[in-house]
């Protein structure tokens, strides 16, 4: 959600001299419908068919009705496997997904968008989350993320290191500071004693990402479970300071999720072996 669209959906809130405080409260209380994500223009990839929202299990334990994940734009294509899994083993279930950069994310759920489950690509972004009081309990680390850097296939550039993308005529993409992408980025950068000027900053990893798979930048420091899920396009070149800027990835329940029951749910089976073995696969560490 962008600030030109934060905290407007009720004329009982009109007149709010600061919506980032006051508005906040309200905002929360008021999550009565997807069109918030709609009128703010976010892309919304569902993992199953729409329908009636649950507010919580079938009353026998099961899950039932449409759990909204907001989860980190690296997770796109682990979450929507681990969706389709989750809907296989709860029948009646459906996952909806809200992808997006992990800060983008965080500000929609403060300024009240309905979301079940938070799964951010940073703990920075969903302190964000746990200080204004929108977690549902403690959240947990399921994954870890380390960055490479992403070249066209072929690597016609001959990237081999951080010090290769201050070379003549090399224009590098980084994600904004902001996202936890761009800030592992900036830390490993840092480590190396390299002073980078990308021609492009994006809001998420995939935004980077593009701009390599379009050709419309030499590189860019991405994941390595994004190089891995583009490998038809791009390579992944590793380099040793990105030990330095591993990032842990924290989930959490929401505490006024639509589908209390179904949050938790996801969120268990997150962390369990099934959903572990798919975000291994996808080059995902372990927490």
Known sequence: MNADTAGRTNP???????????????????????????????AVAGCGAGGDRATGGSGDGRVTGTVTVFAAASLTESFTRIGKDFEAANPGSRVTLNVAGSSALANQIIQGAPADVF?????????????????????????RNQLVIAVPRGNPKAVAGLADLTGPGVKVALCASQVPCGAAARTALDAAGVALTPVTLEPDVKGA?????LGEVDAALVYRTDTRAASADVTGVEFPES?????????????????????????????????QAVLAEAGFQAP
Do not use: C, H
């Open 12 to 42: 009982d809130t009109a007149g709010r001299t600061n919506p980032d405080t006051v508005g906040r409260t309200n905002a929360r209380s008021r999550r009565t419908a997807v069109a918030v994500l709609v009128a703010a223009g976010l």
């Open 209 to 213: 990402l593009a701009k390599v798979k």
């Open 243 to 275: 030990a330095r800027a591993v990032n842990d990835y924290p989930i959490v329940a929401l505490k006024d999720a639509p589908n209390p029951t179904g949050a938790r749910a996801f969120v268990a089976y997150v962390r369990s072996a099934p959903a």
């Open 119 to 143: 799964a951010s690509a940073a703990p920075a972004n969903m302190t964000t989350v746990t200080e204004a009081g929108d977690a549902d309990g403690t959240p947990s680390i399921f994954a």
